[in-house]
C-alpha cells in the first residue's frame, strides 16, 4: 500500500524552484490587488460616483496610503512564514498594534487641537468606509487564501488573519484614492476598523478553508 | 549548522527531490516511511494502533503535495516532524468525537484473573467424572464447548435422541450431588 503510494508519489514529482512559495504569495497578493484597483473603479466611481484621486497630493494622501501600505507589508512579512507547517512569528502581530496606537495618539492630539469636534471623527463618510474598505480588500483575501490551499499553515487562523492584514491594507489604500477625508482622526479609527474587519475575515475563513 | 547525520542524508535527499531528481525523492519517501511508522505507533493508543500506516500515508501525501512549503535554509527534519505532528493532531481531534475506549480492553481492576479459571476449570473435571464417563463427555461437548446436541451425539455413535437423555439425567444426577437435591 504505502509502497504504491511512493511509486506514485515519485512519479509525479515536478521540480519546486527555491522561493516558489513566496513568489506564488507575492503573484497572489498582485493579482488581488488588480481585481480590487479595476472592481473599486467600477463600484466606487462607476456605481457611487466617487471621483478618483480628489485629495491626491495633499499630505494626509500620502499618510493615509503610508498607513494602510504598512499593514499590507506587515502582513506580506508574515505570511510566508505562518503558510509553513513549523512556521512561528508574532513581531508582526505587534507591529500592526504598534502601528495602529501610534495612528490613534496621533489622530487623538489633532482632534484635541480641533477641540473635539466631531467632523473631524466621523467626517461625511464614516459609517460607510469600513464596509467599503471589506469589499474593496475581499478580492484579495479571496486570491490569497486559494493561494494558501495549497500550503501548509502551522494555524490555519493565524494564516488567515496575516492573508486578511494583507487584503485589509491594499484594500484601505486603494479606497483611499475615491476617499475625500483628511482628518487623521478619520483614518486611525475607520480605516483601521475597515482594514481589522478585512483580517478578522480572514481569521475567520482561513480556519474553515485552510485546514489540511 | 546542523551535524547530525539523519538530518544531513534526509535534507540532501530533498534539496536534491526539490530540484526533480525522482530516485532522490524515492529513497527519501522510502525512509521517511520507515522514520514515521514507529512515531505514529507510539503515539496512537492501542485502539487506534491501527491507524498508524493511514497516518502514515497521509504524511506521506502531505510532504509530497506541499513540499513548497519547505524552507531549504531550514533544518528539514524540523519540518517533517511539524507536518507530522499536524496530521496527528488533526488525527486526534477527529477521533476525540468518539473517543471510547470499551471498557474490558482497559482498566486492570477488571481484568480476568486467570487462576480462578484455572480453578474452575479442575472443579469442573473433578464434578463431571461423577457421572459416566460418556455422559460427562456429552455435557463438556454441548454445555461447555458449545458443540450441538447432533454433534456431540455423532462423536459417541449414538442418536439424538438418546444423547439428549443421557444429558438431561447427568444433569439431574449432578444438580442432586453438587444442588442440594433436585430442583
Not at chain 1, 507591529?95 to 469636534?117: E, F, I, K, P
Not at chain 2, 461437548?141 to 437423555?165: F, L, N, Q
Request: aromatic fraction near 8%.
Amino acid at each position: 500500500m504505502t509502497d504504491d503510494l511512493i511509486a506514485r508519489l515519485s512519479a509525479d514529482l515536478k521540480p519546486v524552484p527555491p522561493m516558489a512559495m513566496q513568489r506564488r504569495l507575492v503573484l497572489a497578493a498582485i493579482v488581488g490587488l488588480v481585481i480590487a484597483i479595476l472592481g473599486a473603479w467600477f463600484i466606487l466611481h462607476m456605481l457611487l460616483g466617487r471621483p478618483m484621486g480628489e485629495t491626491f497630493g495633499g499630505a494626509m494622501f500620502w499618510v493615509k496610503a503610508g498607513y494602510t501600505l504598512a499593514f499590507g507589508l506587515v502582513g506580506l512579512a508574515a505570511l510566508p512564514v505562518l503558510a509553513r507547517p513549523d512556521g512561528r512569528v508574532l513581531w508582526p502581530l505587534l507591529a500592526a498594534a504598534a502601528l495602529l496606537l501610534v495612528a490613534l495618539s496621533l489622530g487623538t492630539m489633532n482632534w484635541m487641537r480641533t477641540d473635539w469636534a466631531m467632523l473631524e471623527l466621523m467626517g461625511n463618510t464614516a459609517m460607510v468606509c469600513p464596509w467599503l474598505i471589506t469589499l474593496t480588500g475581499a478580492p484579495v483575501l479571496a486570491v490569497l487564501l486559494a493561494a494558501l490551499r495549497a500550503m501548509a499553515p502551522r494555524s490555519p487562523a493565524m494564516a488567515g488573519f496575516a492573508a486578511g492584514l494583507i487584503a485589509g491594507g491594499l484594500g484601505a489604500a486603494v479606497y483611499s484614492f475615491y476617499c475625500g477625508e483628511t482628518s487623521m482622526m478619520f483614518m486611525a479609527v475607520w480605516y483601521s476598523l475597515g482594514i481589522f474587519i478585512v483580517a478578522a475575515l480572514g481569521a475567520v475563513l482561513g480556519r474553515l478553508l485552510l485546514r489540511w | 549548522m546542523q551535524t547530525d547525520p539523519t538530518e544531513m542524508r534526509l535534507r540532501d535527499l530533498m534539496l536534491a527531490s526539490l530540484d526533480g531528481d525522482a530516485a532522490a525523492y524515492r529513497a527519501l519517501l522510502a525512509e521517511l516511511g520507515r522514520h514515521l511508522r514507529p512515531y505514529f505507533t507510539r503515539r496512537l493508543t492501542p485502539a487506534f494502533a491501527s491507524h498508524a500506516e493511514d497516518l502514515v500515508q497521509e504524511t506521506l501525501l502531505a510532504v509530497h503535495t506541499r513540499r513548497m512549503t519547505y524552507d531549504r535554509s531550514r533544518p528539514f527534519t524540523a519540518w517533517l516532524h511539524a507536518v507530522a505532528h499536524h496530521k496527528f493532531v488533526d488525527h486526534v481531534r477527529r477521533q476525540s468525537i468518539r473517543l471510547t475506549v470499551p471498557l474490558e480492553d482497559d482498566a486492570p481492576i477488571f481484568a480476568h484473573d486467570d487462576s480462578a479459571d484455572a480453578l474452575a476449570k479442575r472443579d469442573l473435571d473433578v464434578v463431571l467424572h461423577a457421572v459416566p464417563a460418556r455422559t460427562g463427555d456429552l455435557i463438556r461437548r454441548t454445555k461447555i464447548d458449545g458443540a450441538s446436541v447432533a454433534e456431540a451425539a455423532a462423536v459417541h455413535g449414538i442418536s439424538e435422541t438418546a444423547a439428549k437423555v443421557s444429558i438431561h439425567r447427568g444433569l439431574k444426577s449432578l444438580a442432586a450431588r453438587f444442588a442440594g437435591g433436585p430442583k
